[in-house]
């Protein structure tokens, strides 16, 4: 599985509208292992398909949380519920967030306590 270079701000297909994924075949299983070894090697814990040059809604996630759980996954076509987010500004230190298409940066983010997440997994 290669390594996928991951695009950097500034790129149109990070810019764009991702399409639907509508064909769920080997191209796409191939697609989801690289974005995986991708992530890995990056290293992160969630990726986007447009990250890696193709504008698909569709991302791949792995990370362990505070309980020692591993959370790894893919979800195709996604779709979010959030819940408000307080209000006031984020920590820096407790609420700050990288992304690998801005390398070398953190920012303070204020996540929602509360989502819902309805996508199609690959069975990963």
Known sequence: MPVLPIRITGEPVLHAIAEPVVAFDQTLRTLVDDM???MAEAPGVGLAA???????????????????????????????WLAPTPIGEPDDDEESEGCLSLPGERFAL???????LRATDLDH
């Open 36 to 38: 995986f070894e991708t």
């Open 50 to 80: 447009p990250q890696v040059g193709v504008g698909l809604r569709l991302f791949v996630y792995n990370w362990i949380d505070d309980d020692e759980i591993q959370w790894r996954g893919v979800a195709i076509n996604p779709e979010l």
């Open 110 to 116: 204020r996540r929602s306590p509360r989502v819902i």
